[in-house]
Structure formats: C-alpha cells, structure tokens
C-alpha cells in the first residue's frame, strides 16, 4: 500500500511500505520542496500512514 497526500503547490507526500534488514518499515518521500499538510487535514494523513503501517506489518514474513 502507498499513501499520497499532494499540497496546494502541487508537492508530494508518498508513504510506502518497504523493509530494511528484513524488517517492515515506512519509506517517507517528498518532492524538494518539502509539502505543506493544512491542519484540518493532519488525522487525515496519519489515518492514511497508520493504514499504509497496518498494510506493511500484515505483509511482513
């Protein structure tokens, strides 16, 4: 699972499942210039991580 949160400028927030030493983890990206999270949609992007964590641990062997 990857979740996305795009900004008013355009910028991205991508939060994918990956590993690292075998063990599940969250890969944080961001375009350059960083992205702006409004704070009425700040439970909006944590549901969005906590969901994309869940994913991550279920896949984890």
């Known amino acids: 699972m ?5 900004d008013h400028d ?11 030493d075998g063990q599940p983890v969250l890969l944080f990206a ?9 704070l009425d949609r ?9 969901d994309t964590a869940r994913q991550a641990a279920r896949s984890a062997p």
Request: glycine share 6%; aromatic share 2%.
């Open 30 to 38: 961001t375009t350059p210039a960083g992205v702006n999270v409004p």
């Open 2 to 6: 990857t979740y996305h949160h795009r």
């Open 10 to 20: 355009n910028d991205l927030l991508t939060v994918s499942a990956n590993t690292d």
């Open 42 to 50: 700040v439970e909006e992007l944590i549901a969005g991580i906590r």
